[in-house]
C-alpha cells in the first residue's frame, strides 16, 4: 500500500468515518475512496487532493522514493 493510501486510511479511521461517510463529507465516490485507500496505481491527482485536504493535506511533487538495490 501506498504512503498515501495508508494515510487517507489511517486519518479516516482516527475520525471514524466509515467509506461512506468519507465519501460523502468529501465529495468523492465510494468507489473512488475504495481504491485510493486499497493503493490503485492510477488515480486522479485531483481527486486525491480532494482527500487530503479532508485533513489539511495535499500532495506536491517531490523525489520518488528509491528502493534499495541488493
Known sequence: MNKIAEF????R????LTQEE???Y???GMR????????KA???MDKVNKALAMFGM????GEKER???D
Not at 487517507?8 to 486519518?11: A, C, L, N, R
Not at 479511521?13 to 471514524?16: D, M, P, Q, V
Not at 495535499?58 to 511533487?61: F, G, I, L, R, S
Request: a positive charge; charged letters at 35%; hydrophobic letters at 40%.
Open 26 to 28: 468529501s465529495g468523492l
Open 58 to 61: 495535499e500532495a506536491v511533487p
Open 42 to 44: 492510477t488515480v486522479r
Open 22 to 24: 468519507f465519501a460523502m
Open 13 to 16: 479511521k482516527e475520525a471514524r
Open 32 to 39: 473512488f475512496v475504495r481504491e485510493l485507500e486499497q493503493g
Open 8 to 11: 487517507i486510511k489511517q486519518k
Open 67 to 69: 528502493e534499495p538495490l
